[in-house]
Each structure stands twice: as structure tokens, then as C-alpha cells.
């Protein structure tokens, strides 16, 4: 069975454009979640989708955002680069959404913005 | 708001040798995960631990939940190069979906 998979594996940008990272949950699941871990900060909560809605959001600005498709396949959008946005980003997917389900983690998204 | 610490942050520790890592929590755990890292790669799911006192093994790793549900160990017993990465411990928050995480601890094994 095929894991949660992500891309880009890698992506370069410079300051003020937009990046896009998209996610494959495993086949089944139907939650997708996205955390960042940025050096020196930890892995951070970023965004929860269930059914195509975005259930919980983490403490980021509103320039972080994305959705969720009807195949459950997600996508992050972050507008307005700034330096401290380069971290790796992962995704996550649960088999059903929320509480005391077992997140699987992708293999990430390495993000450098210049 | 929870959080979670973990120690040591790092271990250096001589193939075959048992070691021990701990995550305390600020707030009592309803849901506790461990996952190890490869640096700068996703997290592997090893564990979850749900009830006060629940032990549970994989291979040579055994994870435990104190009985007030604080505090979890996660010990590796005759530790392999193959054990060597970073182990996170994450708890469920109860906004929902959240997962917080320690710090992590960075574990390396000398053959």
C-alpha cells in the first residue's frame, strides 16, 4: 500500500512569490493535515482538511492556506514568500479526521526561499 | 496551551546498548504518539499509547504511558546503527486534528 507521498521534494523561490505543495493522502483515508518544522522551531501545527473542509488551523498568517479535493489530495498555497518560510513542510493523512487518529506522515517538501 | 518536553535532546550510545527517552507532558494525555525522523526527511509512526499504564513493543522498542498519563518512555533494548535518527514524541491537542510535538530527541549508535 502506497504511503502519503508529497511534491515537489524540493522547491526553490525568492521573496514575494507564492509556492505550491501538493499532497497525496494514503488510499482510504480522508483527513490530510500540514505541519512545518522550520530549524530551531519544531514541528509545527499548520492546517487540518476533512472532507473537503478546513477543520483546524494552526498559528500562521493568512497567507498560508489551501484545500482539500473531492479525491482527498490537498494542496498548500503560501503567498507573499518571506525568509523565514524556507522549512521543510509535511503532510499528514488519518483514516478518519480529528482526535486519537494516528496521523502518517509524507516524506516532505523542502522549501528555500532566497 | 500543552507542551511537551523530551530528554535528553541527544544520546550517543555504543551498539548493543539499552537506552531510554523521556516525554513529559504539562497537561494530561489523551493521545500519545512516537515517531522517529531521519533528518530532513517525514516522520516514521512507531507507537500510540492511549490508556494510563499501556505498554506496547515493537521489535526491540517499548513505549509506556505512566499510570497518571504525564509521562511516556520510549526504550530500545540492544540499540542497531539502523536505530539512529530523531524520536519525536506528539500528543493530540484538544482543539481537534492537532498534534504537538516535543522537541525531539537526536539518537546516534557507534558500531
Known amino acids: 500500500e502506497a504511503g502519503v507521498t508529497q511534491s515537489p521534494t524540493h522547491l526553490i523561490k525568492t521573496r514575494g512569490q507564492q509556492a505550491t505543495l501538493r499532497c497525496s493522502p494514503i488510499s482510504g483515508h480522508t483527513s490530510v493535515y500540514w505541519y512545518q518544522q522550520a530549524l530551531g522551531l519544531g514541528l509545527q501545527f499548520l492546517l487540518w482538511y476533512d472532507e473537503g473542509e478546513e477543520r483546524n488551523r494552526g498559528n500562521f498568517p493568512p497567507r498560508f492556506s489551501g484545500r482539500q479535493f473531492p479525491n482527498y489530495s490537498s494542496e498548500l498555497n503560501v503567498n507573499a514568500l518571506e525568509l523565514e518560510d524556507s522549512a521543510l513542510y509535511l503532510c499528514?493523512?488519518?483514516?478518519?479526521?480529528?482526535?486519537?487518529?494516528?496521523?502518517?506522515f509524507g516524506p516532505g517538501t523542502r522549501l528555500l526561499v532566497l | 496551551s500543552q507542551e511537551l518536553e523530551q530528554s535528553p535532546q541527544s544520546l550517543i550510545v555504543q551498539e548493543g546498548k539499552n537506552l531510554t527517552i523521556n516525554c513529559t507532558s504539562s497537561?494530561?494525555?489523551?493521545?500519545l504518539y512516537w515517531y522517529k525522523q531521519k533528518y530532513g526527511e517525514g516522520l516514521i509512526f512507531l507507537m500510540m499509547?492511549?490508556?494510563?499504564?499501556e505498554e506496547k513493543s515493537h521489535e526491540k522498542i517499548t513505549a509506556k504511558l505512566d499510570e497518571k498519563k504525564q509521562q511516556s518512555s520510549l526504550h530500545i533494548t540492544a540499540s542497531q546503527p539502523s536505530h539512529a535518527g530523531i524520536y519525536l514524541c506528539g500528543a493530540d491537542d484538544n482543539q481537534g486534528g492537532k498534534l504537538i510535538f516535543g522537541q525531539g530527541t537526536e539518537l546516534s549508535v557507534k558500531p
Open positions: 499528514a493523512s488519518s483514516l478518519v479526521g480529528g482526535y486519537q487518529e494516528t496521523q502518517y
Open positions: 497537561k494530561t494525555l489523551y493521545g
Open positions: 499509547l492511549q490508556k494510563g499504564g
